[in-house]
């Protein structure tokens, strides 16, 4: 390409900048560069090419070097506490941005509830301080309590655990029928979880083996104030004769409650899509 023909790409180019960038770390104007892409990136991204800003000093270089290795750290941790988080596949699109607070008003402010709650949460962790999730099947009240999750991970980096109530118990269960099985170091991580979601909270039928269960993680996560989602069909009125006086005492003191209600959301969304 020859000189003038390449001043006259970066002359055209130089146009279809917006703004100028300065230094982050020391506030200087940054010398822009116009890097062109080969026909291949051009047809990809369907643009000639970018803007690429060149650091004003080895100093500032370093320091951006370690500020994209550090995004990337937290990229990482991100992904990491995903994977280990136990959600499913499909609860991992359950975010506050495809929650539909306008199903109804209670919808609307439980997400007031709970975009507060993650606005005050140093001081909700500090405190031990969950939220309780009722409603009727399809209400969304485990969606927006994964939301929460999601929102704690992603911006807090906070190892977060999603647990099924039903599952649990039929894990503890088959210690008893399966010779050698031992899930201690798993019911630790439970007790333990920095921050744990308890999901379908009395689905089992009340039972004095269920309960005990029960009444041992909560009673543990109270003790030591560690911050705890519940999601059940089961409101504060019955909460103590299914679950039992102890389990219920604690679980109000240490939730604050949100109420959902209304039609099943999936079934509106099927009659919609037919």
């Known amino acids: 390409m020859s000189g003038s023909s390449a001043n006259k790409r970066r002359s055209s180019a130089k146009a279809l900048r ?64 995903k994977d280990r988080s136990g959600l499913s596949k499909r609860m991992k699109n359950h975010t506050l941005g495809s929650f539909k607070p306008y199903t109804g008003p209670s919808a609307a402010k439980a997400m007031e509830k709970v975009e507060a709650y993650l606005k005050n949460w ?13 409603g009727d099947v399809g209400t969304g009240k485990t969606h927006l309590a994964v939301a929460v999750m999601h929102e704690l991970i992603h911006r807090k980096r906070v190892p977060s655990l999603f647990v099924t109530v039903p599952e649990l118990l039929d894990n503890i269960r088959e210690t008893y029928n399966v010779p ?26 009340a039972s004095e083996w269920v309960r005990e ?18 999601t059940s069909n089961v409101g504060p009125k019955d909460l103590a004769a299914q679950l039992g006086e102890r389990t219920a005492s604690r ?13 099943d959301y999936r079934e509106m969304e099927a009659k919609q899509r037919a």
Not at 122 to 134: A, K, V
Not at 180 to 205: H, P, Q, S, T
Not at 213 to 230: A, D, S
């Open 122 to 134: 140093e001081e909700n962790r500090d405190s031990g301080r969950g939220m309780y999730f009722c």
């Open 251 to 263: 679980i109000i003191e240490m939730c604050d409650w949100i109420s959902l209600e209304g039609d």
């Open 18 to 81: 917006l703004d100028d960038q300065v230094c982050p770390h020391c506030g200087a104007d940054l010398e822009a560069e116009w890097v062109e892409f080969p026909p291949a990136l051009q047809r990809k991204y369907e643009k000639q090419g970018e803007w690429d800003y060149l650091p004003c000093t080895p100093e500032c270089e370093k320091k951006n070097e370690q500020r994209e290795w550090e995004r990337m750290r937290r990229e990482a941790r991100v992904a990491t506490l």
């Open 213 to 230: 269960r029960i009444f041992v993680i909560v009673n543990h996560r109270y003790r030591e104030e560690l911050p705890t989602l519940f």
């Open 180 to 205: 050698g099985r031992n899930i201690d170091e798993w019911m630790d991580a439970v007790r333990n979880a920095e921050f744990l979601l308890l999901d379908d909270l009395g689905a089992e039928r």
